[in-house]
Antibody, heavy 120, light 106 residues
Framework: EVQLVESGGVVVQPGGSLRLSCAASGFTFDDYTMHWVRQAPGKGLEWVSLISWDGGSTYYADSVKGRFTISRDNSKNSLYLQMNSLRTEDTALYYC?????????????WGQGTLVTVSS | DIQMTQSPSTLSASVGDRVTITCRASQSISSWLAWYQQKPGKAPKLLIYKASSLESGVPSRFSGSGSGTEFTLTISSLQPDDFATYYCQQYNSYSTFGPGTKVDIK
């Protein structure tokens, strides 16, 4: 059974930093592109970032470019999101999501999310 | 960047109704479009990919159509389990979600 379990969400002050983690199981992690998607409270979904199977390619939404860094450790079946210079508008539930294939661009499995609150 | 819009933003319907949701892209995305269903407090669930392909395990009352810039999600006969919010997603160029359509009880 595919499982994605996010962790690391906390309350942080504006300008602060945070690292989210996603532990994957039930599939061959290093065969798939992985993504982060977020959802602000009561709002819609926003794609944040993707990383290729080998970590060699990364892409970001304009809203987080230069502040967030996606990475992965295939030996630990783990995905990460380093978040710096946090803003109040980064407050959201952050999901990790598995790409359907090597790189299809849509998602067949999602975690339950980890909540990041940016507030003074 | 590709922008996505959805209409309506809210749809009130009854069990058994045929429901159609429209999604539009700001430029052509060919058929690189997916649809997701999200219920409160839950992660989104994939329904449709490549505009019209039904994900395994999804009931056949769900269908998708369209290409280029205009797409539709149709629920042929609305069931109690279908009251939820629906999002389209383009994956022609990275990824963008539509703002969502909430289907609630009339």
């Amino acid at each position: 059974e595919v499982q994605l379990v996010e962790s690391g969400g906390v309350v942080v002050q504006p300008g602060g930093s945070l690292r989210l983690s996603c532990a994957a199981s039930g599939f061959t992690f290093d065969d798939y592109t992985m993504h982060w998607v977020r959802q602000a409270p009561g709002k819609g979904l926003e794609w944040v970032s993707l990383i290729s199977w080998d970590g060699g390619s990364t892409y970001y939404a304009d809203s987080v470019k230069g502040r967030f860094t996606i990475s992965r450790d295939n030996s630990k079946n783990s995905l990460y999101l380093q978040m710096n210079s946090l803003r109040t508008e980064d407050t959201a539930l952050y999901y990790c999501a598995k790409d359907v294939a090597y790189h299809s661009g849509y998602f067949d499995y999602w975690g339950q999310g980890t909540l990041v609150t940016v507030s003074s | 960047d590709i922008q996505m819009t959805q209409s309506p933003s809210t749809l009130s319907a009854s069990v058994g109704d045929r429901v159609t949701i429209t999604c539009r892209a700001s430029q052509s995305i060919s058929s690189w479009l997916a649809w997701y269903q999200q219920k409160p407090g839950k992660a989104p669930k994939l329904l449709i990919y490549k505009a019209s392909s039904l994900e395994s395990g999804v009931p056949s009352r769900f269908s998708g159509s369209g290409s280029g810039t205009e797409f539709t999600l149709t629920i042929s006969s609305l069931q109690p389990d279908d009251f939820a919010t629906y999002y389209c997603q383009q994956y022609n160029s990275y990824s963008t979600f539509g703002p969502g359509t909430k289907v609630d009880i009339k």
